[in-house]
């Protein structure tokens, strides 16, 4: 591993068997509250897109909100909450989405991205990613460009990744955990 990823792993705190038995709950919370960390979480999602004309952030609620405002500060663009059904008080879009025990919806505000706006999704964690997958297609809904899917972490064993990588888009992680 690299300085930075050795950093960044350091940072995370790992709860076992939360929120069911047998899962790994990888907290970024920790690293939230680390200055340095924090920063070069920020600064590494955020290097490949700087001058290339990225439009908005959007970032899914909750841990998204945090790492998606700290790159859309970086990046001089507007930031895009996507959020659970019912807490936008505008017109909004939604999109239903699967999980592991029934179904979910997500919404953002219907103005929140022109067609064709250079668009950068972000969360802390991209897992089975159902709720990425979820967030890309409500942005096309609108016709977002997406440019890229970031998160610090990847558990890869749960292919979320891939199924954003099926969709066309770029997906750019910091560190990856086995397992889940």
Do not use: W
Request: glycine share 10%.
């Amino acid at each position: 591993m690299s300085t930075l990823e050795n950093e960044l792993v350091a940072a995370i705190r790992n709860i076992p068997d939360y929120p069911k038995p047998g899962v790994m709950f990888r907290d970024i919370t920790t690293l939230l509250g680390n200055p340095r960390a924090f920063r070069r979480a920020v600064d590494e999602l955020v290097h490949p897109y700087a001058g290339i004309g990225i439009s908005k952030v959007a970032g899914i609620e909750a841990r998204g909100f945090i790492l998606g405002g700290a790159m859309a500060h970086q990046l001089s663009t507007g930031f895009v909450p996507i959020r659970k059904k019912g807490k936008l008080p505008h017109e909004t879009v939604r999109i239903a989405y699967s999980l592991e025990y029934g179904v979910d919806e997500m919404e953002m505000h219907k103005d929140a991205i022109k067609p064709g706006e250079k668009v950068i999704l972000v969360d802390d964690l991209i897992a089975t990613g159902g709720t990425a997958e979820a967030a890309v297609k409500l942005l096309r809904q609108i016709g977002a460009d997406i440019v890229a899917a970031c998160f610090v972490i990847d558990l890869p064993e749960l292919g979320g990744r891939k199924k954003l990588e099926a969709l066309g888009v770029e997906v750019r992680t910091l560190v990856a955990f086995d397992g889940h």
